[in-house]
């Protein structure tokens, strides 16, 4: 009978955080009585693939995160996909040009989430060929403690990792010297305006070149250029650090790599390595600040966000154009100038001389989140995009 929806895990993502999600969708569905298969690829990869495809009829559709499933083949040469024959879902939580490799394969059935709206426009415009593709941001992700606002331990917490910049440039002289000037031009124009993403940065850099590409010339290119975004995701990260330290209030930063960054060696600072997602969730649960760095998304909001949101930790968050319109400042969320940072530390400092205000502004977030932004509610979507709704 087919009824099953199939989860894949084909890879893992930074602190296994694909695995949390299977599992946050598997409850959901499970609660909307759809049966749920996780298929873990980790091992025994060809002896799981081919006892999916014996029990192919069983299966509604397929979900997996930053897939390799569409670049899989079996014995005969087909690709796994057209061999499952059933609609597949490639649930993407990074920019697409990540995963050209994958997009650009050509299967019926074949669909994209995305966490970005911008990442929707240019799969859309790149890869016409993919049959449709979704706006889906993750959902929001509850701890298994809760602490009033007052009780919370953690003064001010920041999660995510960071890779110094001359180690990546160190990785840039590796390049053909066509390229290093590209990557080197990418990241000084968006350097220059954080609302400008990668894309428009190439099209632009080509424009005053005067030359002309095909778009799937483009997007190999992009692909190729990936190092611009990978060195200002790790800038913007350290930066927004060092300016939220400068509130000089007990700061807890928590992720691999941090011990790089000498200007935080401060009393009020205590660096930790990154754990596992779980474990993140706890600690996130525990603090009554979050300061969020975005990576380069100019149409979403990362899932920090929606899960600050959720267990009532007030969050810091860049004033883009599309976080102004989905969230209101000082009332659910606390915006900062993404491109100077120059207000970060001031509003860091208020929220935490009024905690009235800032347990307030938690309180309203948790609701706003309780009603959009669960993991019930992306599985809801999930079901309209696969025609089960």
Same mark, same amino acid.
């Given at each position: 009978?087919?009824?099953?929806? #199939?989860?894949?895990?084909?890879?893992?993502?930074?602190?296994?955080?694909?695995?949390?999600?299977?599992?946050?969708?598997?409850?959901?569905?499970?609660?909307?009585?759809?049966?749920?298969?996780?298929?873990?690829l980790?091992?025994?990869?060809?002896?799981?693939?081919?006892?999916?495809?014996?029990?192919?009829?069983?299966?509604?559709?397929?979900?997996?995160?930053?897939?390799?499933?569409?670049?899989?083949?079996?014995?005969?040469?087909?690709?796994?996909?057209?061999?499952?024959g059933i609609?597949?879902?490639?649930? #993407?939580?990074?920019?697409?040009?990540?995963?050209?490799? $994958?997009?650009?394969?050509?299967?019926?059935?074949?669909?994209?989430?995305?966490?970005?709206?911008c990442?929707?426009?240019?799969?859309?415009?790149?890869?016409?060929?993919?049959?449709?593709?979704?706006?889906?941001?993750? /959902?929001?992700?509850?701890?298994?403690?809760?602490?009033?606002?007052?009780?919370?331990?953690?003064?001010?917490?920041?999660?995510?990792?960071?890779?110094?910049?001359?180690?990546?440039?160190?990785?840039?002289?590796?390049?053909?010297?066509?390229q290093?000037?590209?990557?080197?031009? #990418?990241?000084?124009?968006?350097?220059?305006?954080? /609302?400008?993403?990668?894309?428009?940065?190439?099209?632009?850099?080509?424009?005053?070149?005067?030359?002309?590409?095909?778009?799937?010339?483009?997007?190999?290119?992009?692909? $190729?250029?990936? #190092?611009?975004?990978?060195?200002?995701?790790?800038?913007?990260?350290?930066?927004?650090?060092?300016?939220?330290?400068?509130?000089?209030?007990p700061?807890?930063?928590?992720? =691999? $790599?941090?011990?790089?960054?000498?200007?935080?060696?401060?009393?009020?600072?205590?660096?930790?390595?990154?754990?596992?997602?779980?474990?993140?969730?706890?600690?996130?649960?525990?603090?009554?600040?979050?300061?969020?760095?975005?990576?380069?998304?100019?149409? /979403?909001? =990362?899932?920090?966000?929606?899960s600050?949101?959720?267990?009532r930790?007030?969050?810091?968050?860049e004033?883009?154009?599309?976080?102004?319109?989905?969230?209101?400042?000082?009332?659910?969320?606390v915006?900062?100038?993404?491109?100077?940072?120059?207000?970060?530390?001031?509003?860091?400092?208020?929220?935490?001389?009024?905690?009235?205000?800032?347990?307030?502004?938690?309180?309203?977030?948790?609701?706003?989140?309780?009603?959009?932004?669960?993991?019930?509610?992306?599985?809801?979507?999930?079901?309209?995009?696969? /025609?089960?709704?």
């Amino acid at each position: 009978m087919k009824d099953t929806v #199939l989860l894949f895990e084909s890879r893992d993502l930074c602190y296994e955080s694909n695995r949390y999600f299977m599992e946050c969708i598997k409850e959901a569905l499970e609660n909307k009585k759809y049966p749920v298969e996780i298929c873990d690829l980790s091992v025994q990869m060809e002896e799981k693939l081919e006892q999916i495809l014996k029990k192919k009829e069983n299966y509604l559709f397929a979900v997996d995160f930053n897939s390799l499933l569409p670049r899989m083949e079996i014995e005969d040469g087909t690709p796994y996909l057209n061999a499952l024959g059933i609609p597949f879902f490639n649930y #993407l939580v990074d920019h697409p040009l990540y995963h050209h490799a $994958g997009l650009k394969k050509q299967f019926s059935g074949y669909s994209v989430f995305c966490i970005d709206t911008c990442h929707q426009t240019y799969i859309k415009k790149l890869y016409p060929h993919i049959e449709h593709v979704f706006y889906l941001p993750l /959902g929001a992700v509850q701890a298994n403690m809760e602490r009033s606002f007052d009780k919370k331990r953690l003064d001010l917490l920041f999660l995510g990792t960071y890779e110094p910049e001359d180690a990546l440039y160190r990785e840039l002289d590796e390049y053909p010297l066509w390229q290093k000037k590209e990557v080197a031009s #990418l990241i000084e124009r968006m350097e220059a305006d954080a /609302g400008l993403t990668q894309e428009r940065a190439l099209f632009a850099y080509l424009e005053e070149k005067e030359e002309r590409i095909s778009r799937e010339a483009f997007a190999k290119r992009l692909n $190729g250029d990936y #190092l611009a975004d990978k060195y200002l995701r790790n800038l913007r990260r350290k930066q927004t650090v060092l300016a939220a330290a400068q509130a000089e209030i007990p700061f807890t930063v928590m992720g =691999h $790599g941090w011990e790089h960054v000498k200007e935080l060696d401060r009393k009020h600072i205590t660096r930790k390595n990154g754990v596992g997602f779980a474990a993140s969730i706890q600690i996130m649960a525990d603090a009554k600040m979050l300061v969020n760095a975005t990576p380069g998304f100019h149409g /979403g909001l =990362h899932d920090r966000v929606y899960s600050a949101m959720m267990n009532r930790t007030l969050c810091f968050t860049e004033d883009t154009s599309f976080a102004k319109q989905k969230l209101k400042d000082r009332e659910e969320i606390v915006f900062y100038n993404g491109q100077t940072m120059e207000d970060l530390a001031e509003s860091i400092v208020f929220m935490h001389e009024n905690p009235s205000a800032a347990a307030e502004i938690t309180e309203r977030a948790f609701c706003r989140a309780c009603l959009e932004d669960t993991w019930e509610k992306r599985a809801e979507a999930i079901l309209s995009c696969a /025609g089960k709704s």
